[in-house]
């Protein structure tokens, strides 16, 4: 389930790319600002990484891991409902901050997993 989850987050971040060319004729804006439906993921991504992390560190791993996946479902209901530019790039900006999925499940696996199938912590 967490890869499937990381797999997922992954999709769904690149799958905007493709559409680019579209975007424009699709949202009714010029081809400068349908850019930033793929610029605010990122952003986003940069920020709620390192802060849902901490917060994981805090309130749990399971439960911040659940927060992303529901902030990935509320972005792309966001982004499917949207007609014009300013809702595609805030639901894009909520989809961003689920990219915090993949090194959480990455810390859950090793928390999980028996200690001979994890390799030692390098220093």
Do not use: E, N, Y
Request: contains cysteine; proline residues 8%.
């Amino acid at each position: 389930m967490l890869a499937f989850g990381g797999i997922t987050v992954s999709l769904v971040q690149t799958l905007v790319i493709p559409l680019i060319p579209q975007l424009p004729r699709l949202v009714g804006a010029p081809v400068a600002d349908t850019v930033w439906a793929v610029t605010a993921a990122l952003l986003a991504a940069a920020v709620a990484t390192p802060v849902m992390g901490r917060l994981a560190d805090m309130a749990g791993k399971r439960r911040m891991l659940l927060v992303g996946l529901g902030l990935l479902v509320a972005g792309s209901v966001v982004c499917a409902l949207s007609t014009s530019l300013v809702p595609l790039v805030v639901g894009r900006a909520v989809q961003g901050t689920s990219a915090a999925v993949i090194p959480l499940g990455i810390s859950l696996m090793r928390d999980h997993l028996p200690a001979d199938r994890v390799p030692p912590r390098r220093r």
